[in-house]
C-alpha cells in the first residue's frame, strides 16, 4: 500500500492503563506530551479495544511479513477492507484482470487468432465485433477504479497527493476511458488506440518490486550514458573513417564496399553498429578484405574497442551500480519489516514494573499468541515461532525479544523432511538399508545413462533410413526393460524411505511422475500395438502413430536424465542458481514484459501492412520478374512471418530483434517498406532490450551466483545446498539493522499512529 496521511476518526493507540501510578505507555508526562497525555491516562480499555489492537498487530505483522507500508488506516472498519483487499481472492481478482486487459492485444484488431503469422499463407483472420472486447476493457477499467478508490480511501487524502504512482494510475484510467469513448463514437473504426499502449502501466503499478527495479534502473541511467554516449563518439568517429578509406573510386573491387555498406551516412552508421553486436561479421568486412589485408585492421580495431571494451565496460558499470541501487531498495525492504513488527509492538504493549521501578514496555505472550493465531503467514513458519513465544519461561517479551521472535521471517525455510518407517523384520531392513543407500541412487543414474546411451546409438544407426526400412522392435524392447526397471527403483526406493519421505524430495517427485507417465505410455502401445518384436511396424492406429508414441516417451526418458543433477554438486550449484533466478526474476520478467508490450503496439501503428508479400519466391531462387534479389535479405531469407500485422507476430519480430541474430535483415527490410527512420525504432529497441535489459539480467545472474558460491565456499560439503533464496535474503549479509531512534522517529511521523512516548 503506498504511503499516505489523512484524518483519522479511531487512532491507532486509544487510551492504555497506566497501572500502579506509572505514565501509560512510556508517555514524557503532561508537559512533553500534554494532550496524548490525558488521551492515554484512562482506565482499563474495553474489549472493543483489545479486539481492535489485536487487529492492528494483526494487520502490522502482516504488512512486515510482506514488506508492505504501514501508512494507513487502522481504525476497524479500514482494517477489515484492508485486509480484505490484500486477501487471496482479491489479489487473484486483480491479478486475472491486469492478466486479460493484456490479453486482448491479441484477439483485438489485427487479431492474432491464425495459425500463420506468413503474410502469404494468413488468409482471411477473424476480427471481433465491435463491442466485444469494448465490453471486456469497460469491465477491467471498473475493477481498476474499484481499486484506485480502496488505495485512496486507505492511506488517505493528504499522503495521495503526494504518491506519483496513484497519480498516473488515475491519469492512465482517465485517458483510456476517454480513448474507448472515442472508439465506440467511430464504431471501432480508429486505427490508432492510445489506450492499448497505457495498459502495461496497470501490470507495472500493481508490483512494488518492479517499481522499486524500475527506480533503481532510472537511477543508473546517468551512468550507462556516459558509456553510452562513449559509443556513440566511438561509433560515430569509426563511421568517418569508414567513409573516408571506402570512399567511391574507379576501381569496381573496391567499390564494393562503398556499394554495399558505406554508400552514405545512414548506411555507414546502420553497418558499423551492426557490426557492433557482430551481428554482420565477417560480412561486413569481406570486400575490403578481398582487395586489401590490411582492411582487416579497421574492422579489428572498431570490433575490439567498441564489442570487447566499451561493451563489457557498460555491463561492469550496470551491475556495479544497479547492484549498489538494489542493496538500497533491499535496505528500504527491512526497515518496513522492522518497522511494522515494532508498530504490533507498539499496539500490543503495556508499562510493566522492572526490579528497578523504571518503565519497561512489554507484551504479554499470551497475547502475541492470540494475534499469531489470526496472522497469514507461512504455516511452517509460523510454527516455529509459535513454539518459540511458548517457551518463553516468564511469559513477558520486550521489545528485543519480541523483534527476535519475529527473525524467524529472514531465514531460509530449509525444509523438514518426514522420518523413515521403522521396521521389525530383519529383512525388511536390511532391504530398507540397501535400498535407501545413496550408493543405490548412483546406480540409477548409471542405468538412466546406459539408457541415453543406447537411444543415441539407434537413432544414429536409423538416421538414414527410410521409414519402410526402420525396425522398432530394439527401441521398443530397450524401452520396456529400462522403465521396468524405473518402475522397480521406485517402488524400492518408496519401500525404503516410506511414501511421504519419497514424496518430500523434489527429485523424488520429478522421478516419479516421469516414470508413471512412461509407465502408462507404455501400456498405451502394449495394449494398440503389442509387444515388441521382430518388423515392429504396425500402420497408425488411434490418436499417434507407433513411432510418435516411441518418439514421445524417449523424450521423456531424456527429460528424466535430469535427475542425476542433485548428485552432481557443482552442477546442482548452477541448478540451484537457475531455480533462484526463476524465482527472482519476476520483477525483471514483469519489466520486459512492458517494454515487450509497448514497443510491440507501437511497431503495429507504425508497421501494420508495410511488408507486401513478394508472391512464391523458391529460397534458391533470388530473382522475381525482373528484380534480384540479394543474398541474405528478408526477402531471399523468407522472412515472411516476421511482421508487426498483429500482436503476436509483432512479439516474436521484436524477440529476434533483442537476439540480435541478423538483425540487419530487419533494418534493411523495413527501412525499404515503411522509412528509413525506422531504424530509430528498432535501435531503440536494441538499447532497451538487448544492452540494458539483457546486461540487468547478467548483473543478477552474477549476483545471485556469487552469492550462492561464497556460501557454498563457508560450508564444508555441498549437501547442505538450499534451493530457496529471495532478493532480500541475497544481500541479508550486508544489510544494516535499523535503530530503536529510526524505528521510533518512523512511527511518530506515521500519519495515523499516535504514540504517546
Known sequence: MEEEA??????????????????????????????????????DASGADHDLYINQAVVFIEDAIQYRSINHRVDSKSLWLYRWYYSKICQWVLS??????????????????????????????????????????????????????????????????????????IL?????????????????????????????FFLLQNSSMMKKTLKCINRTLPEMASVVLLLAVHLCLFTMFGMLLFARSKDKQQDKEWVRYFHNLPDSLTSLLVLLTTANNPDVMIPAYSKNRAYSIF???????????????LTAIIYNQFRGYLLKSVQSSLLRRRLGIRAAFEV????????????????SANTLLQVLQKVEMDSCCKQAILRTVRSCPHGILSAALFQKFFDELDKDPVKQHPPTPEYQSPFLRKVQFAFGHHFFGYLGNIVALANIISICVILVMDADKQLSERDDYFLGAI???????????????????????????PSNRFDGLLTIILLVLEVSTFAVYGFPHPGWRPEMMGLLSLWDMVRLVNM??????????????????????????????????????????????????????????????????????????QCGTYEQLEYWPNNFDDFAAALVTLWDVMVVNNWQVFLDAFSRYSSPWSKVYFVAWWLISSVIWVNLFVALLLENFIHKWDRHSHRCTLSEIEYQTTVELMFRDVLEEPTEEELMEKLHQHPHLQLCR
Open 96 to 169: 486475472l484482470t491486469i492478466t486479460l486487459i493484456l490479453a486482448l492485444a491479441f484477439i483485438e484488431t489485427p487479431s492474432s487468432l491464425t495459425i500463420t503469422s506468413d503474410i502469404r499463407y494468413r488468409g482471411t483472420v477473424w476480427e471481433p465485433p465491435c463491442g466485444l472486447t469494448e465490453s471486456i476493457e469497460l469491465f477491467c477499467f471498473l475493477v481498476f477504479i474499484a481499486d484506485i478508490s480502496v488505495k485512496s480511501y486507505l492511506i488517505g487524502w493528504e499522503e495521495f497527493r503526494k504518491t506519483k504512482w496513484l497519480l498516473a494510475y
Open 556 to 629: 521423456l526418458i531424456v527429460f528424466r536424465f535430469l535427475r542425476i543433477i542433485p548428485n552432481m554438486k557443482f552442477m546442482a550449484l548452477v541448478a540451484s542458481t537457475l531455480l533462484d533466478l526463476v524465482k527472482n526474476l519476476r520483477a525483471f520478467a514483469g519489466l520486459l514484459v512492458v517494454v515487450f508490450y509497448a514497443f510491440a503496439i507501437t511497431g503495429i501503428v507504425l508497421f501494420k501492412g508495410a511488408v507486401v508479400p513478394m508472391g512464391n519466391i523458391s529460397v534458391v531462387n533470388t530473382t522475381s520478374g525482373n528484380r534480384t534479389l
Open 479 to 505: 524401452n520396456c526393460f529400462f522403465i521396468l526397471y524405473y518402475l522397480l527403483e521406485m517402488l524400492l526406493k518408496i519401500l525404503a524411505m516410506g511414501f511421504k519421505r519419497y514424496i518430500s524430495y
Open 172 to 200: 492512465t484510467l482517465v485517458v483510456s476511458l476517454i480513448d474507448w469513448t472515442v472508439s465506440l463514437s467511430f464504431s471501432c473504426t480508429e486505427t490508432v488506440r492510445v489506450r492499448r499502449i497505457l495498459r502495461p
Open 299 to 313: 574492422f579489428i580495431l572498431f570490433t575490439v574497442l567498441g564489442n570487447l571494451f566499451l561493451m563489457n565496460l
Open 348 to 363: 500490543l504493549c503495556s508499562p510493566k514494573e522492572s526490579p528497578v521501578r523504571t518503565n519497561e514496555l512489554c507484551v
Open 6 to 43: 489523512g484524518a483519522e476518526k479511531e487512532p491507532l493507540l486509544p487510551a492504555r492503563t497506566a497501572g500502579r501510578g506509572y505514565p501509560p505507555r512510556g508517555t514524557f508526562g503532561a508537559g512533553d506530551c500534554p494532550e496524548l497525555a490525558a488521551s492515554c491516562a484512562v482506565q
